[in-house]
């Protein structure tokens, strides 16, 4: 793990691929809960095509580094922070990919400075005023709060409870018990990520996200819309409309594979993005 220091504070990244790649450089963002190890697959399998990929913590409650306290945690202000990252080492044209919370984050960062990203690519995730869906809208109500927040995570120790629909269970069906502690722990343990968390959980507002949808034509790149067709949370319907919010969007639906589009066919999300990066 690497570690950039940002004016929000400090981000701990993974890279995977080769330090010189005629490729665009691949920016993954996560879901809430998560952190960038669940890009593993799909990182490894561009590396051995030669993409440079970046898979860093964001602060959304599974990242061990707290922000600084007067970091601004809305979803606009973490969006400025993965824009941030991408100054801090200077990287260009970039494909940003995002995922389920990720990708909402990704549409804001769309909206504030597209400059430093060439292409898009986003699986199963918010849109419009989906932010997040049912029944997650329910849960993270049950988070919104630093000792609400641990104590509702509890229950997330035992892998029985933490892959059921009430945990992770919904969202993909390749879950691994040890990576899905690990995105509990920091949580569990440090007050001030769950700080973090929850300051971005209060500031979650659909309205925004919608409003975000209507400036996304603004966006002169391609983008491809890459979705599970088996996800329960986000339907087919919404990643369908979400590429007519786009200029240049294509549909590519995949089988079989929920919200963790990555964990359940990282071949199929690898294949997009690399097959991009051969033309671009």
């Known amino acids: 793990m690497l570690t950039v220091d940002l004016p929000q504070g400090a981000v701990q990244y993974r890279v995977a691929g080769p330090e010189q790649s005629e490729a665009p450089p691949v920016v993954f963002v996560h879901a809430f809960l998560t952190d960038g190890s ?3 697959a799909v990182a490894d399998r561009l590396a051995d095509q030669g993409v440079r990929s970046y898979a860093p913590d964001w602060p959304l409650g599974a990242h061990r580094t707290p922000l600084r306290a007067d970091a601004d945690q809305s979803p606009r202000g973490v969006a400025g922070q993965i824009l941030a990252f ?10 940003l990919v995002g995922n389920d919370t990720g990708g909402a984050l990704c549409q804001f960062l769309l909206t504030i400075d597209a400059a430093r990203i060439g292409r898009v690519v986003l699986t199963n995730c918010d849109a419009f005023d989906t932010f997040p869906p049912f029944p997650f809208n329910v849960i993270f109500q049950l988070l919104k709060g630093e000792r609400l927040m641990k104590v ?62 209507t400036r996304l034509k603004d966006f002169g790149g391609p983008v491809k819309i890459v ?34 589009v990555h964990l359940d066919a990282p071949d ?11 033309v671009a």
Not at 183 to 208: G, T
């Open 38 to 40: 669940i890009w593993s």
């Open 86 to 95: 991408l100054e801090a080492l200077d990287l260009r044209d970039v494909t």
């Open 152 to 213: 509702n995570l509890l229950p997330m120790r035992w892998q029985a409870f933490r892959h059921s629909p009430l945990g992770f269970g919904l969202l993909a069906d390749r879950l691994d018990p040890d990576q899905t502690r690990s995105w509990i722990e920091p949580s569990l343990r440090n007050a001030e990520v769950r700080r973090d968390a929850v300051r971005f959980l209060k500031a979650v507002d659909p309205k925004e996200l919608l409003d975000v949808s």
């Open 227 to 260: 979705w599970g067709g088996a996800d329960r949370a986000f339907k087919t319907a919404l990643g369908r409309r979400l590429q007519g919010a786009f200029r240049d969007a294509t549909f590519v639906e995949v089988p079989h594979a929920h919200t963790f």
């Open 268 to 278: 199929a999300v690898a294949d997009q993005i690399v097959g991009w990066s051969r």
